[in-house]
C-alpha cells in the first residue's frame, strides 16, 4: 500500500478502514481519520513544491499554525492538509494547476 518513495511509511495499522483518493490523477489508498497530510506523504515524497523554488514541502507545524501545508483540490479550491481529514474521492494536487493565474 505504501509507496517506495512515499515520506511516511506506516507500520502498525490494522483496525481502520482504507478509503481511496485521486492525487495527481492517479488513485491511491488512506485511512479513515487520516489528516490530508498524512494520507498524501503516505503516497508521495512531498505534500506540495514551494512557492519560490524547486523543493518539496511536506508541511512544518503539523496543528494548523504555520500555513505551510495548503494543497489544492482538482475542482480549485485549496485546503489545509494538516487540519482537514481525509475523504473518500478526494481529488488533490500537489502541483499548482496551470489555469492557476
Ligand atoms: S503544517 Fe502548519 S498549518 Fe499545516
Redesign the pocket.
Known sequence: MTRPDARITRLAETGRTPLWFRLDGREVAALAGDSV?TAVLANAPALRLAEFGTEGRA???????????WIWQENGPRI????TPVAEGMRLLTRTPEAWP
Open positions: 497530510l508541511g512544518f507545524c503539523l496543528m494548523g499554525a504555520c500555513q505551510d501545508c489545509r492538509a494538516c487540519s
